[in-house]
């Protein structure tokens, strides 16, 4: 039987904020964007409200990137920057993985990370994917 893509909404569906969505293949789990919303009026005591992130505690070694397809508020990423270091290096890997037996040559030449509607950010390949080695040795 052929694997299934499973697209997990963990919040922000049928509402505005809170947006978080896993796309599940295999051994596999993306993160589409990690949102928050702030408290209706009756929600007394409550400052943030945020996705339900039990399903991916729960998965967390299938975990392999995460990405932002927007941000509004800086909060809303619960991701340190060694865990999206990590999530790049194995985004780096599969896509090395990935390479077709007739490609010849340089197979990555540039990344360009970028948020939406911001500049694009040039980021060297290899340097990175030292920088994450390093912090594993």
């Known amino acids: 039987m ?21 796309l599940e293949y295999g051994d596999d789990i993306i993160v589409v964007d990690v949102g928050l919303m702030f ?10 409200v945020i996705p339900d992130f039990s399903y991916l505690r729960d998965h967390k070694a299938k975990l392999r990137a995460s990405s932002m397809t927007h941000r509004h508020e800086a909060p809303g990423n619960p991701f340190t920057a060694e ?10 890997d ?3 993985r990935l390479k077709p037996s007739s490609s010849k040559g340089r ?19 290899s340097r990175i994917r030292d920088e994450a080695a390093a912090d594993q040795g």
């Open 39 to 48: 408290p209706e009026e009756e929600m007394l005591g409550v400052d943030l």
């Open 83 to 92: 865990q999206l270091a990590d999530n790049y290096a194995a985004a780096l």
């Open 2 to 22: 052929t694997e299934k893509l499973r697209v997990i909404p963990l919040g922000g569906l049928g509402e505005i904020g809170r947006n978080m969505m896993l």
């Open 107 to 125: 197979y990555i030449k540039k990344i360009v990370v970028s948020s939406t509607m911001g500049p694009g950010v040039p980021i060297d390949p």
């Open 94 to 96: 599969e896509i090395v």
